[in-house]
């Protein structure tokens, strides 16, 4: 049965990925040094996406996980089935970048950073890794003695399905102009491949049937 959920395959994830990454010239126009995935849901499509930038440029992306959690299970075992998770008021931190302390291993100046997520829903998590990431550049900056964005480091964002909505948050108009999601869904709850514990192949059966339907 289908029902107010899209049910997303593999299949059309890896294929999105594709034709997004040809659709915006994602390394010729955008060409980033480093993906930066945001947990759990951005890690597979990060992976993929730097398949077809590899095969642009023969050259492996590096990939660091960061962990940012706004939605929850409404009571235990919900969002097993795909049952539409609630957001909660903020984002929380579970993991973050080796970048910003004094153990940095990797620096974060004149990088071409892609981030990476499965869903642009509110908005809001991508509103806070950006603020994020930018308060470990400027820290970055002053410890190089640099002057506030005098590193150009440039921020990118890679969306495998933005949902057709007003945002609760915006991001600025700088990391707008990198703002690539490839593809748009009306605002439904989208049941992710990763997310079934049933049948895989039902699962993909009703993925093509949900976008029949659209
Ligand atoms: O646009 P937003 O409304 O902020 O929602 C998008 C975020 O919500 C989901 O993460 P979630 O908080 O469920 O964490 P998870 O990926 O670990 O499941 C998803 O993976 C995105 O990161
Ligand atoms: N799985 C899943 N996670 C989300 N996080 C925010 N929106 C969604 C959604 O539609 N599906």
Redesign the pocket.
Known sequence: MVDNKLYISYNQIHQLIDYAVKHYKLGDNFDPDLLIA?????FIPARILRSFLKAKHGRNIPIQAI?????EELLPGQGIEGIP?A?GTQ?TKTQWLNFGGSDSLVSLLGRKILIV??????????VYAVAELKKDILEQEKRAGMAPGESNTEIGIFVVYNKDKPKAEALDDETMKHYYPAGTTPDRWLFFPWDCTTDINVHTELSKRSFSSL
């Open positions: 945001i947990g759990g849901g951005g962990g940012l959690s706004l939605y998770e957001p984002v997520d499965e869903v642009d829903d509110s908005r809001k998590t991508l």
